[in-house]
């Protein structure tokens, strides 16, 4: 099976700062990789998918990157609302392997 | 638009049974995989396994095949998780998902809409 590291974990951050999570694969996961927000009492929210296209309506100041077995996550600039946990989610076959998540807090 | 609705809070007692439904609206309920995924108080996201609507077609994580059985209802718009045996490493927030993808094309990719969760606690 497929496993997901990501880091860091956690990240303390300022507003206005640029921020990169990093998500590495065990194995070649080529593009199936997605790129998620979850903010507390919420449900996930999709930011990326297919290593770097942007869901819509996602602020572009978020943006994804990567190939093979290393991926990365950039909010350029920091806003109050992006203050949230953040995983890495590699699908295949139906079957999703997330990331162990990355929280990103106030410094 | 898409939106998955479902079932509200479950107390549950250990050994007992769960079945939580998820409603979809905004979309042909048929044309895209349903996923459950979990997570437990203070953890990450942990895939439980999909629903093919269309056929019924299922496959579960390794972790959960003895426990687990996912179905759905096409007259609903509605799938269902039933959990057995049910443990209090069971508590958790229980969601839903429709992968990205029309199931025709045969390759997921990954969940785009999510139902808002279903919080389940099991306890004596």
């Known amino acids: 099976d497929i496993q997901m590291t990501q880091s860091p974990s956690p990240l303390s951050a300022s507003v206005g700062d640029r921020v990169t999570i990093t998500c590495r694969a065990s194995h070649d996961i080529g593009n199936d990789l997605g790129w998620y927000q979850q903010r507390p009492g919420e449900a996930p929210k999709r930011l990326i998918y297919?290593?770097?296209t942007l869901q819509s309506g996602v602020p572009s100041r978020f943006s994804g990157s990567g190939s093979g077995t290393d991926f990365t996550l950039t909010i350029s600039s920091l806003q109050p609302e992006d203050f949230a946990t953040y995983y890495c989610?590699?699908?295949?076959?139906?079957?999703?392997?997330f990331g162990g998540g990355t929280k990103v807090d106030v410094k | 638009q898409v939106h998955l609705v479902q079932s509200g809070t479950a107390i549950k007692k250990p050994g007992a049974s769960l079945k939580v439904s998820c409603t979809a609206s905004?979309?042909?309920?048929?044309?895209?995989?349903l996923y459950w995924v979990r997570q437990a108080p203070g953890q990450g996201l942990e895939w439980m396994g999909w629903?093919?609507?269309?056929?019924?077609?299922?496959s579960y994580a390794q972790k959960f095949q003895d426990r687990v059985t996912m179905t759905s209802d096409t007259s609903l718009n509605t799938a269902y998780l039933e959990v057995t045996g049910l443990r209090s490493d069971d508590t958790a927030v229980y969601y839903c998902a429709r992968d990205s993808n029309p199931a025709h094309l045969r390759s997921s990719g990954g969940p785009d809409y999510w139902g808002q969760g279903t919080l389940v606690t099991v306890s004596s």
């Open positions: 989610l590699h699908h295949n076959t139906f079957r999703l392997t």
């Open positions: 629903i093919n609507p269309y056929s019924g077609g299922t």
């Open positions: 297919a290593v770097s």
């Open positions: 905004g979309y042909t309920f048929i044309d895209n995989f």
